[in-house]
């Protein structure tokens, strides 16, 4: 493997990894962000010379704390300059077999009460998974501006505060859990997005994400949210093989060969799901996780489910009213039969959602049922035009006759 493709590969997935374990001593997550890139750039240099070690992370871990310690020295230069160089000197290159995965303290880091609501899963997002602030910007509808400034002051809040790295009691756990889940579904999301429109670049993400919910799970049997959110990411999982034809081209719930799909991972979202519900406490992972459930059942059995979905749709709405949970509830509206009410819908959340793809799409939706065929034409032209997806734009346009998107 080139020196490029092994950093690539390490960046790819052990960022959140390599940073969680550089700031658990610091409790400073820029500084160790900042001491890791710099690691890159030095392995980029000097593995093409001296050939790519045998344990990447472990080198880049070395090289990461090196570099902090230097970046120490020149900040504190009489305070601080001895002790970090004893601290170095006393360092071993570590085995990553004998690290201790803290990427799980460092989300419940990002939870902490001490910063803002709004920042934490963005925050994970960035430390734990290295996503940069445009892309965690579009999954929260927000300007890339905008979210970078809130990452940097909730991690300087983490520095100022001196937060700790150490997984909360058992009262505290309930309180940063949601937070936490949000941030590893946006990860599979995001990693799921970009599987699909660029191939395998995704994939190290989308396992990340279902890695840590198995973690979360094992982490908290007893919790029925964890198991509904690992069960929602595999049953996209399940998918993944069915979701593309031989030409590349995008092939939709409805005319996806079950065959295809995969019957352990599948069997295992059902088993999941169906632990979460023994508990009896409803949740937002739980309701998605079933609405997903439902939708292969009526793919499997060919029955008309649409009501059912459209009930579950109404308790995700009630208790978590985001704007992809509405506008997916205007298209199951549309679904049941009832366009007029799920135009309605829309309507009434058009101004801010004028960007967003799945609004036009499910306005598509909703005016092809009432038999507006060509205000249903230029909605979809209009979704097409905002998917960064180039399979899905294709199967849009096809479907409205071709054309250019607006």
Request: charged share 20%; net charge neutral; proline share 6%.
């Amino acid at each position: 493997m080139s020196a490029g493709a092994a950093a690539e590969r390490a960046a790819r997935l052990a960022y959140g990894r390599l940073v969680a374990i550089l700031a658990a001593r610091t409790r400073d997550v820029a500084a160790a962000e900042d001491a890791l890139a710099e690691a890159f750039h030095a392995a980029l240099r000097r593995w093409p010379e001296t050939g790519v070690p045998d344990n990447p992370e472990a080198w880049l871990v070395t090289a990461a704390r090196r570099q902090h310690g230097h970046a120490r020295r020149h900040a504190q230069v009489r305070a601080a300059a001895e002790p970090t160089l004893r601290l170095l000197l006393a360092e071993e290159a570590p085995e990553m077999t004998e690290i201790p995965d803290r990427r799980l303290q460092l989300l419940m880091v990002c939870a902490h009460p001490a910063i803002a609501p709004e920042a934490q899963a963005p925050l994970m997002l960035q430390a734990v998974l290295g996503l940069d602030a445009a892309r965690i910007a579009a999954c929260f509808l927000t300007s890339p501006a905008a979210m970078s400034q809130r990452l940097v002051r909730a991690k300087a809040r983490i520095r100022d505060a001196g937060i700790g790295f150490a997984l909360p009691g058992p009262a505290e756990l309930p309180p940063r859990l949601e937070a936490v889940m949000s941030a590893i579904y946006a990860a599979f999301g995001t990693g799921w997005a970009d599987l699909l429109a660029e191939g395998a670049g995704g994939q190290g993400l989308t396992e990340e994400a279902i890695w840590l919910g198995r973690l979360l799970v094992a982490l908290l049997p007893e919790a029925p949210e964890p198991k509904g959110l690992l069960a929602l990411m595999l049953y996209a999982e399940t998918r993944r093989g069915a979701r593309r034809d031989a030409a590349g081209g995008f092939v939709p719930l409805s005319a996806q060969d079950p065959a295809l799909w995969s019957r352990p991972l599948l069997a295992e979202a059902e088993a999941l799901l169906r632990a979460a519900a023994r508990a009896g406490t409803l949740g937002r992972f739980q309701l998605e996780a079933a609405i997903q459930s439902v939708h292969v059942e009526a793919r499997l059995t060919g029955a008309d489910r649409a009501e059912a979905l459209l009930g579950l749709y109404d308790l995700l709405a009630r208790l978590s009213p985001t704007a992809g949970v509405l506008v997916a509830r205007a298209a199951a509206l549309a679904e049941a039969g009832q366009p007029a009410s799920a135009l309605r819908e829309l309507d009434g959340m058009a101004g801010p959602l004028a960007n967003y793809q799945p609004w036009w799409a499910a306005r598509a939706h909703a005016l092809e049922r009432s038999g507006a065929v060509e205000a249903a034409r230029e909605a979809r032209r209009r979704a097409a035009g905002l998917t960064e997806d180039a399979a899905v734009r294709a199967w849009l346009l096809a479907r409205c006759g071709g054309g250019s998107p607006r």
